[in-house]
């Protein structure tokens, strides 16, 4: 079937309903109005206000109730409904979600998923814009993911609430309206790669770029460019921020001695840093010039009329691969 990326993780939501009379969904209007972009639109209609649960405003208390609810045997997937609204919950995720099987000796496990409309390139307004995975990923007992298009949205949201793991599910919302067509059936029944597992995108031999979410469709269109003008890029999308596929970037990195780390999130402490100090420490015989990074400025995100200079576009991408290339 065609659909949107919001429309695949609605519909791999479905199926968990559907399958699991134990999955529930809980958020702030994400039942009769169907969340703020939509991707939970009729699932309440459909299941019932006892497993689609319209929420109060209050995000400490949607993933404390998560989580009490995850002890007697539930599959909760929580909606936070914006990136910059998750700090309210940041000590129940970090302190209590993320270390309760660690605390029970194995005894006690945390299935909640946590879906988070994250980054920007919508024009939003402050709190509504930011790339918090850093703080996530850092923590151990957390997994942390983060699809790039349609079908990965689909297999990875069913992936994410089927795993005995707390998973934070990071959705780039500017490409919620991205089109493609997804094989569900396909998906369910071949299961598709892993949770963990990183993805070529587009093969290359003279440069590798890393990206994820919302800047993986960037990357891809950097490397058309970078074709146009004679260089061949391989593009990698991470899926996984942890844990962190390094194997598969290391191998295109042995191939191609040059990487260039891209995301939104502002580059000091980024993603990107634990990706460019990991791969030297691997690859450091085999790389041709440093790794580099791409990624926002460090300033709280910018106003939505001056978000097209913060982001990272094809031109910084490709500013950057012109200098790992003349190294």
């Known amino acids: 079937m065609k659909t949107t990326f919001a429309g695949a993780i609605n519909h791999g939501l479905r199926r968990a309903l559907e399958d699991d009379p134990k999955v529930l969904l809980m958020g702030e209007d994400i039942g009769r109005l169907g969340g703020v972009f939509r991707v939970t639109d009729t699932l309440q209609k459909d299941f019932g206000n006892n497993r689609v649960i319209d929420t ?22 929580c909606e936070i409904q914006f990136d910059g609204f998750v700090y309210p919950a940041f000590d129940q995720i970090v302190s209590q979600v993320a270390k309760i099987h660690s605390r029970t000796r194995g005894k ?88 963990d597992q990183a993805q070529v995108c587009a093969s290359g031999e003279d440069a590798t770029i890393v990206a994820y979410g919302g800047t993986v469709a960037t990357a891809l269109t950097a490397a058309d460019i970078a074709a146009s003008e004679g260089h061949s890029i391989e593009v990698i999308d991470l899926r996984s921020l942890s844990p962190i596929d390094f194997d598969t970037v290391e191998t295109s990195v042995r191939k191609t001695g040059r990487l260039i780390v891209v995301h939104e999130a502002p580059v000091f402490a980024g993603l990107g840093a634990e990706i460019a100090a990991r791969i030297t420490e691997r690859c450091f015989y085999h790389l041709e010039s440093p790794v580099l990074r791409v990624g926002g400025f460090d300033i709280p995100y910018p106003p939505a009329k001056l978000e097209r200079h913060h982001l990272p576009d094809p031109d910084r991408i490709l500013a950057a691969v012109d200098r790992s290339l003349a190294a």
């Open 56 to 77: 109060p405003l209050a995000e400490s208390g949607i993933v404390g109730t998560a989580f009490g609810m995850a002890l007697r045997g539930f599959r909760p997937v």
């Open 108 to 195: 006690v496990i945390a299935p909640i998923t946590i879906r988070i409309p994250f980054g920007g390139g919508i024009g939003s307004v402050e709190h509504h814009s930011e790339s918090p995975e850093a703080y996530f990923a850092h923590t151990a007992g957390l997994r942390v993911v983060s699809p790039s298009n349609p079908a990965d949205a689909y297999l990875m949201i069913r992936q994410a609430i089927a795993l005995d793991d707390p998973v934070i599910f990071f959705e780039p919302k500017r490409r919620y309206w991205d089109k493609a067509e997804v094989d569900v059936d396909r998906l369910d029944q071949d299961g598709g790669p892993a949770l």
